[in-house]
């Protein structure tokens, strides 16, 4: 894409975000900043319920199975992780207090904290991890999703009680990202058989009931370990109760009649009349957190053709989007992290907008009214709207377009199967550039095969140094030239930068969203927050 074209992007997304964070990520709070620091001097409350009105759901309990996301998913605060985030997305000690690599990077020691307990009372001992390694691994049990995350960790071998060695496939500096509690979240090895019915985690709240997309009750974990700076125990809500409100409409109108005390997004069109309109009643947060690309099936389908991936790119008018669906908030992009953070790529060559290009190039390769199928989640509102201007854009220029909308179940098994020849998709924000540039594009990723099914031995070749390589500015560069190499073959076609506006009642205090929205941190986020009475 021109460069000219991506530099148009609202206030929030170049000029504030820059100077608010100083080009780290972190979830910003945008009003009642003063409410929120005066707030802070005052004790923290214990009690009471939240009741949070999330975006969306898990899709089953078994959090080796189905993917928790952590800035949406009530269920995700039930969990940790080997590692954790800190406010402003740094990996940091989780369950284990502490990690280092021998030279090579081919093998990293891990050492837990003492103490710590699952919510069944059982203790988190490197028995205990290696045999969640195992099933997240096995196929029979781990997801695609998760078993992508982890897929260098070989080997997990207990060194006594409460230290393990876990060797890595390939030489990685990538490890401690991988065993964050994003995706790879630790279960009572005692509660395996029964995950599916009633998680047992390590995380501050512990599990109650779950209604998918209706009610999740969870209720204060009495022993979770972590405390605040002054030695008090967290979390200091007695329970957190998720109520799932698929459309931002609806989601928005609880947050307005007292239903929750909280919401995780809103509706872009919804963001700056709420800003002008309620900014003295409600406390915002905007903050990035990810991305959105068209993929191209290698498996099946007509985009096999690098004829029609191009033409369908030069179909794509990524203004329209910012637009259309996007209503100006966040940029138009090329590429998976906004400008001004630290693995954001320069020299980055993308297609430009061009719909005479992609014209002639049907034509030429005799495709006009060629049938493509374009798959998207229906519970995902942003993903469904901009299918919708794809199937437009791509219709406009010859192709004939159907959508196919599925619920989070179906959807998975189609883009499992391959039964799709484009789909509209997004990510979360990765913490570690391996875990988008390796697990979304590498050949021998789990996850990348049922993206795209795209190979590329030079890619692979750059993806395996920057795993072991310690020098950012050299990782950096690999990842550019390897980035370059998919915007040449199309695997994917990057649309927009993802950003969020969580929204919250005032009586919410010690709540501030983690970087890309993480809703629980070590210290912060629901593990820290209460309500004022």
């Given amino acids: 894409m021109a460069r000219e074209q991506i530099g148009h992007a609202d206030a929030f997304s170049r000029r504030e975000f820059l100077t608010s964070t100083g080009g780290a990520l972190v979830g910003m709070s945008m009003l009642g900043t003063a409410g929120q620091a005066a707030a802070a001097k005052r ?7 939240l009741n949070y009105g999330s975006s969306g759901d898990a899709s ?10 952590h800035i949406s998913t009530p269920l995700s605060v039930m969990y940790s992780g080997l590692t954790d985030l800190d406010q402003q997305g740094n990996i940091i000690p989780g369950l284990a207090e502490s990690w280092e690599s021998n030279k090579d990077l081919t093998a990293w020691v891990f050492r837990l904290r003492k103490g710590v307990l699952f919510h069944n009372g059982r203790e988190v001992d490197a028995e205990a991890i290696k045999l969640n390694f195992e099933r997240i691994k096995n196929p029979k049990t781990g997801g695609d999703w998760e078993r992508g995350a982890i897929a260098n960790v070989g080997s997990v071998e207990i060194i006594d009680r409460y230290t393990l060695r876990i060797k890595a496939v390939v030489p990685a500096v990538t490890i401690p990202a991988n065993v964050m509690h994003y995706p790879t979240r630790m279960i009572a090895p005692d509660a395996f058989d029964t995950a599916a019915e009633h998680p047992v985690g390590t995380g501050p709240f512990k599990f109650v ?30 329970a957190v109760i998720g109520k799932p409100k698929r459309e931002p409409s609806i989601r928005l109108t609880a947050l307005r009649t007292g239903q929750v005390h909280f919401i995780n997004t809103m509706a872009q069109a919804d963001i700056t009349p709420f800003e002008e309109n309620h900014s003295d009643d409600y406390q915002l947060w905007k903050w990035h957190t990810g991305g959105m690309f068209a993929v191209f099936n290698f498996r099946s389908g007509p985009f096999q053709d690098k004829r029609l991936r191009i033409a369908a790119s030069h179909a794509i008018d990524r203004n329209a989007i910012h637009h259309a669906v996007f209503y100006g908030h966040g940029a138009m992009t090329d590429q998976p992290y906004p400008q001004g953070h630290q693995w954001h790529l320069e020299g980055i060559r993308s297609l430009e907008y061009d719909p005479e290009r992609a014209k002639a190039l049907l034509k030429e390769a005799k495709a006009i009214g060629t049938e493509v199928s374009l798959l998207c989640p229906a519970t995902w509102v942003i993903g469904r709207e901009t299918a919708q201007v794809v ?30 020849s484009a789909s509209i998709q997004g990510n979360t924000f990765r913490y570690d ?10 050949s021998k990723s789990q996850y990348a095969k ?16 920057a795993k072991r390589t310690l020098d950012p500015a050299r990782r950096k560069a690999l990842y550019t030239e390897g980035w ?15 950003t969020n506006t969580s929204a919250a009642t005032k009586d919410l205090q010690g709540y501030e969203p983690g970087s890309a929205g993480a809703l629980a941190y070590q210290g912060g986020g629901l593990r820290a927050a209460y309500i004022s009475t």
Avoid: C
Avoid at 395 to 407: M, P, Y
């Fill in 433 to 442: 550039p391996d875990d988008f540039f390796g697990r979304n594009l590498y």
């Fill in 209 to 238: 009931s779950w209604t998918r997309y209706s009610e999740t009750h969870m209720v204060r974990f009495e022993n979770y370990w972590e405390t605040d700076a002054e030695g008090n125990n967290l979390p200091y809500l007695d």
């Fill in 391 to 420: 199937q437009d854009l791509w219709n406009s220029v010859g192709f004939k377009v159907e959508v196919n909308l599925l619920d989070i179940v179906p959807w998975r098994q189609a883009r499992t199967k391959g039964t799709f």
């Fill in 450 to 465: 049922i993206l795209s099914g795209w190979q590329n031995a030079r890619y692979d070749q750059l993806i395996d140094e």
């Fill in 43 to 49: 004790h923290p409350q214990r009690g009471g319920s």
């Fill in 484 to 498: 370059n190499i998919a915007n040449a073959e199309l695997p994917f076609f990057f649309l927009h930068e993802l």
């Fill in 60 to 69: 089953g309990l078994d959090a080796h199975r189905h993917n928790t996301n």
